[in-house]
């Protein structure tokens, strides 16, 4: 037996609007909208709860209200690549455009990937063009 990754709840001080800002920057859904949360899922997730089995199903992502801003870098963070036929760096700007910015974490110049941060200050990467 083993857990499915079911979502990852991230803090927000407005749930709605960054739960909006990563539905946009992922071309995904907002699902739920409530005063307790906000649920992005992937446009194709309905679709894939009704002919996969459950531990095949993709995450989704939780936004939950709280008082407090981040203060501290991330213990954890999100790693997110385009496809090879995708232009990264339009990619990267278009991130850039809707409110993220970017992150010095000290990475190299021969870094294969940017730190960006939401509109939030949540930390996440942006890698070198994949195939898969």
């Not at 803090?11 to 995904?28: C, I, K, N, T, Y």
């Not at 446009?43 to 008082?67: D, N, S």
Request: hydrophobic fraction near 45%; charge should be negative; aromatic fraction near 10%.
């Amino acid at each position: 037996m083993a857990l499915r990754w079911y979502s990852t709840v991230v803090e927000a001080q407005d749930h709605h609007a960054l739960a909006r800002w990563w539905a946009e920057a992922l071309g995904w859904d907002v699902a739920i909208a409530t005063d307790e949360e906000a649920v992005v899922l992937p446009p194709w997730a309905r679709e894939f709860v009704r002919i996969l089995e459950f531990h095949h199903v993709p995450p989704g992502m939780v936004f939950v209200p709280v008082e407090h801003a981040k203060t501290t870098k991330n213990r954890l963070h999100w790693d997110f690549a385009p496809h090879t036929s995708d232009d990264r760096d339009a990619e990267i700007g278009r991130l850039i455009d809707m409110g993220a910015r970017p992150v010095d974490v000290g990475a190299g110049d021969d870094a294969t990937w940017t730190v960006l941060a939401d509109p939030e200050g949540n930390e996440f990467c942006v890698l070198s063009s994949r195939e898969m």
